[in-house]
């Protein structure tokens, strides 16, 4: 109710506001972004829909270079959103389309312009995990790079872009085989793990990507202190109370298949009646 009161005053002020007024871009994107948490929470199209119509507003009423950025981001963030809830390979291209454009018009020195390499490296990154060329998965880890390095390390997203660039890794490991690319894809991990809150909504998903990676390692070693490592991290994503149910169903779906897997029949029912409680 909170969400929808507060979208009604931002859309009574937007009304109020002169097609000419200096503000009208900043209340246009603020609307949009409003409609585009809502749609994150409750996975309404309407809203995703709404802020891509709104950005897209916004981005033909900008008249200067950061009000032009901002909104060529934002627009590219509700592209690359349909493409995850519809699947077009077209809503992907355009994204990274807006986010080099956004790109290339911010300075050097502001702070958009880490988000924005972020962005664009996450938009490579899906397009190499879709079957691009090798190059694509290049651009996207040395984007990852320039984006962390312009992250202060007390930043609130330094933990999303160390995963990213993490993830990166990992698919180069997949497609190569090459072990350097999954120790890169494991410390990048440990490094979000490490600075991403006990209590945090993504703690289980960022614990059980490195517990991937330990996983990709035993697989490789066969040493059993990886797998244990594997299946202590998967345990505390099962565990991680303020994660987000299915990435704690995630965590658990793997454990269970660790556990079977060495026959510890035990702990695998434990696993599994655990789990069944999570469920919706």
Known sequence: MADSENIERQQEALER????????????????????????????????????????????????????????????????????????????????????EGLGITFTDSP?????????????????????????????????????????????????RLMGLGAAYHTKYAAKRTRVDLEAAIQKFHEAVDITAKNSPDRAYRVQDLANGYLYKFEVDEVNADCETAIQLLQEAVDSLSSRVHDRLNAGMVLMSCHAEAKNWPEAWQTATKIVTLIP
Not at 58 to 82: I, W
Not at 112 to 139: I, N, P, T, W
């Open 112 to 160: 958009e312009r880490a988000c924005l390499l972020d962005c664009l490296a996450s938009g490579y990154l899906e397009k190499a995990q879709e079957g691009a060329e090798a190059f694509v998965l290049e651009s996207a880890i040395s984007l990852f790079h320039m984006a962390l390095d312009g992250t202060p390390t007390n930043h609130s997203d330094r933990a999303s």
């Open 17 to 100: 506001t002169p097609t000419d007024h200096p503000d009208r871009v900043g209340r246009l994107l603020n609307l949009g972004r409003k409609h585009h948490d809502r749609y994150l929470d409750i996975g309404a199209m309407v809203d995703l829909e709404t802020a891509i119509h709104l950005y897209q507003e916004a981005l033909d009423a900008s008249s200067t270079d950061s009000d032009r950025a901002a909104s060529l981001k934002d627009l590219g963030c509700g592209y690359h959103d349909r493409y995850h809830d519809a699947g077009p390979m077209t809503d992907l291209e355009t994204a990274v389309q807006l986010w080099k």
